[in-house]
């Protein structure tokens, strides 16, 4: 069974920095893309960045500059390292997985985790 989980989340002060790990695991063998999301209370939910199949990196524009994507293959691990935080950068942020296997696509999402910026 595929789970996905998402760790590093916390509270923090405008300007500083956090490091979110998303780990997916049940698979061997399948061809995957790990992806970053976020959804702050009241809003949809929206593209951060993520690897995909081919090693393509993808990255929201808006968060160029201060939002770095990094993948350890070996480890199934997605790391999100979020600099210069700001108020706005508070929101739930969660990790979807697309596992291309046997033929078929399939999505996992993790529980997310919490990230808060205080001004």
């Known amino acids: 069974q595929v789970q996905v989980a998402e760790s590093g989340g916390g509270s923090v002060q405008a300007g500083g920095s956090l490091r979110l790990s998303c780990v997916a695991s049940g698979y061997t063998s399948c061809k995957y893309g790990m992806y970053w999301y976020r959804q702050a209370p009241g809003k949809e939910r929206e593209f951060v960045g993520g690897?995909?199949?081919?090693?393509?990196?993808w990255n929201a524009d808006s968060l160029k500059g201060r939002f770095t994507i990094s993948q350890d293959n070996a480890k199934n691990t997605l790391y999100l390292q979020m600099n210069s935080l700001k108020p706005e950068d508070t929101a739930m942020y969660y990790c979807?997985?697309?596992?291309?296997?046997?033929?078929?696509?399939?999505?996992?999402w993790g529980q997310g985790t919490q990230v808060t910026v205080s001004s």
């Open positions: 979807k997985t697309e596992i291309y296997c046997s033929g078929s696509w399939r999505v996992y």
């Open positions: 690897i995909d199949s081919n090693g393509r990196t």
